[in-house]
């Protein structure tokens, strides 16, 4: 009974201050990043169905595992680039929703088209800007991604991604999150 008391006082204590939805809540829910997501959406879906696994396709399941994860990665070049080689995990992990029953299911290991998205904006963020690209905000970090991303994957070279117009940057330039 002591244990169930201390884990429930002491424990969960820690885990109240770590908060997994700060990265959504102050820099993914935007409508800069929505723009550049709805806007690009086409390109998105390529990237992510192209490194569907193929035996989950046979099941009307398009999702990814780790190595499907790892071989984008690879495709893209940014790991030891822009992130260490542990950082992917993190951000794999982060970007999968929360599930009921981890014991039952390999759920929790297959990210959806939602949480590719996700873990998309998260590997952007870590995108240094360079002299040449002073790249700062985290849409313009994903624009870059989707960018890089047509690029090597889809062989692409000449895609242009769809930024957002004047009139949205001057909108929401006056909104204070």
């Not at 820099?27 to 990043?33: D, G, S």
């Not at 396709?57 to 009307?60: D, F, R, Y």
């Given at each position: 009974m002591d244990a169930i008391n201390w884990f429930m006082q002491d424990a969960m204590k820690h885990c109240e201050e770590f908060d997994h939805n700060a990265f959504r809540l102050q820099?993914?829910?935007?409508?800069?990043?929505d723009f550049i997501y709805q806007?690009?959406?086409?390109?998105m879906k390529s990237v992510y169905h192209k490194y569907c696994d193929h035996t989950n396709?046979?099941?009307?399941r398009k999702n990814w595992d780790q190595a499907d994860y790892d071989k984008f990665l690879r495709d893209v070049g940014v790991v030891n680039v822009y992130i260490t080689e542990r950082e992917p995990l993190l951000f794999f992990n982060l970007a999968m929703m929360t599930q009921i029953d981890e014991l039952s299911s390999n759920r929790h290991l297959r990210m959806t088209f939602v949480e590719f998205l996700d873990v998309f904006a998260r590997?952007?963020?870590r995108l240094t800007?360079?002299?040449d690209n002073p790249m700062s905000t985290l849409y313009q970090k994903i624009a870059e991604l989707i960018r890089i991303a047509a690029e090597k994957c889809l062989k692409m070279p000449d895609y242009k991604v769809i930024m957002p117009p004047l009139t949205l940057k001057e909108k929401i330039i006056?909104?204070?999150y």
């Open positions: 820099r993914l829910w935007n409508p800069f990043n806007a690009n959406l086409n390109i396709a046979l099941k009307n590997i952007a963020d800007p360079t002299i006056d909104l204070s």
